[in-house]
């Protein structure tokens, strides 16, 4: 099976820029993740959606990024402005629907650098 | 809130020699725990998960609740072991977010 899509690969704007990620995950998967991996941490959930409603956005910086989706299926991040620590590979993630034991199956991730 | 401790960045082996990463967590529930591997320039994905008390390309994992602990183990390493290694719980709360470790480095030599 086809494994969970991202583009772009990389991405380096300057800060106060805006960027946007976009996510396919794996056919039939309902629930849909978006991390953030700054260099030297491990992931760390921004969000959770399941099918299209949003069930954790509590570590979700509002004031600068957004999440969609739509349809329940494709998903996209939005950061605006970027700041100089945003810089990290944001990575998109997706899995069956519960229990919580279920396999994430993760996305290749976009690299992103703010300058 | 739950808590991930790696509390190694790095751990160089020699190839045949047994390795341990080790795994501390913090969480006052019942955790549903996993280890995820990064191989050079591949996805992350999973190696095993507690609840299927499998063992993985000759890695286990013994959930251990008295002492919070979830450490990764192989009796001899094999040079293509190398990988990011990332300890990772789940709050079985109903939905599978995930709370990760920062990630042990294992490097086994020839």
């Known amino acids: 099976e086809a494994g969970v899509a991202q583009s772009p690969r990389y991405k380096i704007i300057e800060k106060r820029q805006s960027v946007a990620f976009w996510c396919n995950p794996i056919?039939?998967?309902?629930?849909l993740y978006w991390y953030q991996q700054i260099l030297g941490q491990g992931p760390k959930l921004l969000i959770q959606?399941?099918?299209?409603?949003?069930?954790?956005d509590s570590q979700l910086p509002k004031d600068r990024f957004s999440a969609e989706r739509l349809k329940g299926v494709d998903s996209t991040l939005k950061i605006q402005p970027a700041k100089l620590e945003d810089s990290a590979v944001y990575l998109c993630?997706?899995?069956?629907?519960?229990?919580?034991?279920?396999?994430?199956?993760f996305g290749p991730g976009t690299r992103l650098t703010v300058l | 809130a739950q808590r991930v401790t790696q509390p190694e960045k790095l751990l160089s082996v020699f190839k045949g020699a047994p390795v341990e990463l080790k795994c501390n967590y913090s969480?006052?529930?019942?955790?549903?725990l996993f280890w995820y591997v990064q191989y050079s320039r591949q996805r992350l994905q999973l190696l095993l998960r507690?609840?299927s008390r499998e063992s993985i390309k000759g890695f286990t994992a013994d959930l251990n609740k008295g002492e919070t602990s979830f450490h990764l183990k192989k009796p001899f390493a094999q040079e293509e072991d190398s990988a990011m290694y990332y300890c990772?719980?789940?709050?079985?709360?109903?939905?599978?977010?995930?709370?990760f470790g920062k990630g042990t480095m294992l490097l086994v030599s020839p």
């Open positions: 056919s039939g998967h309902a629930t």
């Open positions: 507690h609840i």
């Open positions: 990772a719980l789940s709050a079985n709360s109903g939905y599978s977010t995930l709370t």
């Open positions: 959606f399941q099918n299209n409603g949003v069930v954790d």
């Open positions: 969480y006052s529930g019942s955790p549903e």
């Open positions: 993630a997706s899995s069956l629907e519960p229990p919580s034991y279920n396999e994430q199956f």
